[in-house]
């Protein structure tokens, strides 16, 4: 599993031109789900997520995570986060787990997320989705097990 996050000031998503999820200040996670992730994995996943320390302490030091700020999360399941590129000019989707297996496990991850976190928005699984964001910082991270 692979998540891309970034720490926003706002994020939201569309799909065919109707805005289904939107957050304020927080993180924006991108979830690739790969052939090999778990149910184990995607639980250890969630926790990384939402204990992971990119907002700025009094000192301005990255020292405080998501539930430290009450901030918002956004969840969007990308596929192409699990290509891989390191040969040619063309990505491979080998590695990436079958359609179905990832909205099973995608499914799972959001529900574990909801269960730890008050404020979990989504896209939706396999749409083709408009993601707009102010990226704060700029902070990115990529995630991984």
Do not use: W
Not at 56 to 62: R, T
Request: hydrophobic share 40%; glycine share 8%; aromatic share 4%.
């Amino acid at each position: 599993m692979k998540i891309l996050i970034q720490r926003v000031s706002h994020a939201s998503v569309s799909v065919d031109g109707t805005e289904i999820g939107a957050i304020k200040r927080g993180i924006l996670a991108l979830i690739g789900i790969e052939k090999h992730d778990t149910e184990d994995i995607i639980q250890r996943m969630a926790d990384k997520l939402l204990a992971y320390r990119v907002f700025p302490d009094g000192e301005g030091k990255m020292n405080l995570s998501l539930g430290d700020i009450q901030g918002g999360l956004l969840v969007i399941s990308q596929f192409t986060l699990a290509a891989d590129t390191r040969k040619g000019l063309r990505p491979s989707f080998s590695s990436a787990a079958p359609p179905s297996d990832a909205e099973n496990l995608c499914v799972q991850f959001i529900s574990l997320l909801r269960h730890k976190h008050p404020s979990v928005e989504t896209g939706q699984f396999g749409a083709d989705m408009k993601v707009s964001l102010l990226n704060d910082g700029p902070v990115t991270f990529m995630l991984e097990m």
